[in-house]
C-alpha cells in the first residue's frame, strides 16, 4: 500500500470512530474494495449536491463526496488525507475546550 493511502486510511479510520455508530456502518461498508462500484457514483453525487447547496452547513456533502472519491483516485489522497487531520484535530480541540470549560 502506498504512503498516501495508508495517510488517507489512517484519517478515515480517526473519523469512523468519532462518528455515530448509525453514521459509522456504512461508511465501513463503502470503504471496502468491494463497493468501489457504488462509492464512485456516490462521491460524485455528494460533490455536485455540495457545490448545488445554498446552505453552508449542507456543503458537508462536498467534503463527503471527496473523501469517497479519494479512496480511489490516487491525486485527491494527499489533500483529503490532510484536510480529514486537521478537521479532526480541531474537533479535538474545539470538544476539549468545551470539556474543561463544563467542569469549570
Known amino acids: 500500500m502506498g504512503e498516501r493511502k495508508r495517510q488517507l486510511n489512517e484519517q478515515l479510520d480517526r473519523l469512523e470512530q468519532e462518528l455515530p455508530k448509525p453514521v459509522a456502518k456504512p461508511v465501513h461498508k463503502l470503504r471496502r474494495p468491494d463497493w468501489k462500484w457504488v462509492r464512485l457514483p ?6 455536485i449536491a455540495g457545490l448545488v447547496s445554498a446552505t453552508p452547513g449542507l456543503n458537508s456533502r462536498f467534503a463527503a463526496g471527496l473523501a469517497l472519491l479519494a479512496i480511489d483516485v490516487p491525486f485527491l489522497r494527499r489533500p ?5 487531520r486537521w478537521g479532526l484535530d480541531k474537533w479535538h480541540g474545539w470538544r476539549g ?3 474543561s470549560q463544563a467542569s469549570s
Open 97 to 99: 475546550r468545551r470539556a
Open 80 to 84: 483529503t488525507a490532510r484536510a480529514l
Open 42 to 47: 456516490v462521491g460524485i453525487l455528494l460533490l
